[in-house]
């Protein structure tokens, strides 16, 4: 009796080397296999059979529901590196919520770029000391891993997973004053959103053509930006090393070499596709190809964020003429991090305050009581190099623009006024 057969996955690299992406789970654009009986063919045979074919299925006693599951090698890996974080000391929200039956469940399952269970949580695998431990490969992870995605940003924005994200609200920039007048405590302030361009996958899943492509048509957008706006776009590729370093140490420029990000495959074909749009006082940022397809950003010195934000706001609204971006109707603007969906805006400050930021632990723990994260002075995972921090709204979704914004402005306002309460004591 012949062997029935069932579909296996392509490679990875199969996969990516296709010209149109897989529609669906079902393989619709996949070859036919098993082969159905045609009038021209009474007898076909299977693809795997076939010299010099790519084999997309595989003999296997029983007949199984069709559909791409990992390869052998990625659930050997899924395995050894879900035991391995089971038997660490990891309080990433990775780790709290793939309980095993999760894990069983969804190990099996790809995303109709190819994407697997190894895709998402690879970064929590390797660095047990994530806060999070997850990133989506591509738009289709957020459906297909739902049941792993849900809970953790639950936690991480409080947003159930009935919740759906309200629509763009940038509200009016023009209430946010200056939080800090006196220029005593806030040395600079910056407001950043990511967005994802319709047509590319997120970052593990894009190759060097689409990396090129893409940072092609991002440069071509933002080389016509005008007003306030108008500026040079100046990709990695050559850049003079002691110049990018000089870009990154004044923070206009991501780092390179981020462990998490390298983890997850966020860094491939480096630095092809990746670079940095200034305008010419560069107070208007725009990085091309890092964590998200674009990251917007407008910052400057003191701490008027009415003024930054009102200029993130005005270029983000002419980029978005000219590019479409990916918006999930649930989930908001989709980002390759979960902790940025929804808004994805950050609001930062730049701050010193030396009397209740004299430990960092106590001030992440008031910095908790404002819904506010504190990362160190050169981004995030990084320490305090000369006792300021970076302080922003940890929330980006299931609330509006202007409210994420909102949440960090009247947090910090309560920052600094215990400050100056503190210091007159
Ligand atoms: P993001 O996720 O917002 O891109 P990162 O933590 O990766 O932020 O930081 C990116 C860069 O932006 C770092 O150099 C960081 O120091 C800088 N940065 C963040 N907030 C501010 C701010 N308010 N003023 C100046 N630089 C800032
Ligand atoms: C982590 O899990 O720590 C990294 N993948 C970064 C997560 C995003 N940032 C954050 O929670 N502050």
């Known amino acids: 009796m012949k062997n029935k057969i069932r579909r296996q996955s392509c490679s990875r690299k199969q996969r990516r080397e296709q010209k149109v992406p897989l ?5 619709g654009d996949r070859p036919q ?11 076909p045979v299977c ?19 069709a559909g791409p599951t990992p390869d052998a090698d990625v659930l050997e890996k899924l395995r050894r ?18 309980t095993r039956e999760l894990f069983d469940r969804l190990k099996v399952k790809m995303t109709q770029h190819g994407s697997s269970l190894l895709d998402v949580v690879q970064s929590g695998f390797q660095h047990y ?20 995605f849900d809970p953790i940003i639950a936690e991480y924005h409080g947003f159930g997973p009935t919740d759906v994200h309200p629509p763009l609200d940038w509200g009016n920039p023009g209430t946010l004053q200056d939080l800090d007048p006196e220029n005593k405590y806030i040395r600079s302030t910056r407001v950043r959103c990511g967005r994802s361009i319709a047509g590319y996958p997120f970052n593990p899943m894009m190759t060097k053509e689409l990396y090129k492509q893409m940072e092609k048509e991002a440069s071509e957008v933002l080389s016509q930006l005008d007003g306030v706006h108008a500026g040079k776009y100046e990709t ?18 991501f780092k390179e070499g981020d462990r998490f990000l390298i983890a997850a495959k966020s860094c491939e074909h480096w630095p092809i596709g990746r670079g940095i749009f200034m305008n010419e006082d560069k107070t208007f940022l725009v990085w091309v190809g890092e964590e998200d397809h674009l990251r917007i950003i407008s910052m400057q010195m003191g701490g008027h964020l009415g ?18 971006f990916v918006r999930h109707p649930r989930l908001g603007f989709l980002t390759f991090c979960p902790t940025n969906l929804g808004t994805t805006v950050r609001a930062s400050v730049m701050i010193r305050l030396p009397i209740i930021g004299r430990d960092m632990a106590q001030l992440e723990a008031l ?3 404002y819904n506010l994260q504190v990362r160190g002075s050169e981004g995030e995972h990084t320490a305090s190099a000369d006792g300021s921090y970076d302080i922003s709204n940890k929330r980006r979704l299931g609330i509006t623009e202007f409210q994420a914004v909102h949440e960090m402005y009247s947090g910090l306002r309560e920052m600094i006024y215990l400050e100056e309460l503190r210091s007159q004591l």
């Open 81 to 98: 590196g879900y035991e391995r974080l089971q038997l660490s000391s990891s309080t990433s929200l990775l780790r709290k919520h793939l």
């Open 307 to 324: 003024e930054v934000y009102k200029r993130m706001v005005d270029g983000v609204n002419k980029i978005g003429r000219k590019l479409s």
């Open 33 to 43: 296999c098993p082969p159905v009986k045609t009038a021209q063919q009474p007898d």
């Open 47 to 65: 693809c795997s059979a076939l010299a010099g074919q790519p084999a997309c299925c595989v003999p296997i006693k029983e007949k199984r529901a």
């Open 23 to 27: 529609r669906d789970a079902e393989m």
């Open 367 to 369: 910095a908790e009581r």
């Open 236 to 253: 990695l590729r050559g850049m003079n090393p002691r110049y990018q370093k000089q870009l990154i140490n004044d923070h206009y420029l």
């Open 129 to 148: 000391d994530s806060n999070v431990g997850v990133y989506a490969p591509d738009a289709d992870a957020y459906s297909v891993f739902s049941q792993l």
